[in-house]
């Protein structure tokens, strides 16, 4: 049962434009989602998150956007750096379950010069 | 820099043989969760403990075990291992309900 799905395995976007990420969840408990960053042979790194209590949460380049009523949240990048390039994972979770979070399958975004 | 350790960073064994991962949190983070990343897949949950106790329990196998000392590290388990065991396998630590801060991962190789 995938809970928090990315349907776009790779995205190619032009340095400079804008790249957007999309993300759809199922359960409706999920209360907190997170987007990271992931380079090869690395941890993932936290970028941002957005309570549900919110729909839109800004950090520099970075907005991230909460649509609750279609289980759909998207991460912005603007402008695009060829620094960006990484798998972006989205995640979700909810207090009653203890923090774990639940990851989509990623993202594998490639920003061109 | 997470701050959160790993240790080692890569691991080869043969099958059938049993290995420990090592997980140092950040400092004052009382919950340590462990995932399994497989090849092209997303990051599965295992297992998560909070100061001591099992907390949370994910898609980890019979064969794998966990447990979180009182000095807040960690260690996942594997045994009776399997080609298809080979995956990275993250630790996060996290403090509250907030973000969760990710070691470099293990590189397990089973051959």
């Known amino acids: 049962d995938q809970q928090v799905k990315q349907n776009s395995p790779s995205l190619s976007v032009q340095e400079g434009r804008i790249s957007i990420l999309n993300c759809d969840y199922t359960n409706s408990m999920f209360d907190y989602f997170l987007w990271y960053k992931k380079y090869p042979a690395e941890g993932p790194t936290f970028l941002i998150s957005?309570?549900?209590?919110?729909d839109k949460n800004e950090d520099g380049r970075f907005t991230v956007f909460l649509n609750k009523s279609a289980k759909h949240l998207s991460l912005h990048i603007v402008p695009s750096q060829p620094g960006d390039s990484a798998v972006y994972f989205c995640?979700?979770?909810?207090?009653?379950?203890?923090?774990?979070?639940?990851f989509g399958q990623g993202t594998e975004l490639s920003v061109k010069p | 820099d997470s701050g959160v350790t790993q240790t080692p960073k890569h691991l080869i064994t043969a099958t059938g043989q049993r290995v420990t991962l090592r997980c140092s949190p950040r400092s004052g983070d009382l919950s340590v969760y462990w995932y399994q990343q497989s090849l092209d897949q997303g990051l599965q949950f295992l297992i998560q403990?909070?100061?001591?106790?099992?907390?949370a329990k994910g898609n980890i196998l019979e064969r794998f075990s966990a447990q979180q000392f009182p000095d807040l590290h960690s260690e996942l388990n594997l045994s009776s291992l399997e080609l298809g065991d080979s995956a990275l396998y993250f630790c996060?630590?996290?403090?509250?309900?907030?973000?969760?801060?990710f070691g470099q991962g293990t590189r397990l190789t089973v051959v």
């Open positions: 957005i309570s549900s209590i919110k």
């Open positions: 995640a979700a979770k909810y207090y009653n379950q203890g923090g774990k979070l639940i």
């Open positions: 403990y909070y100061n001591g106790e099992e907390r």
């Open positions: 996060a630590s996290s403090s509250g309900h907030s973000e969760a801060f």
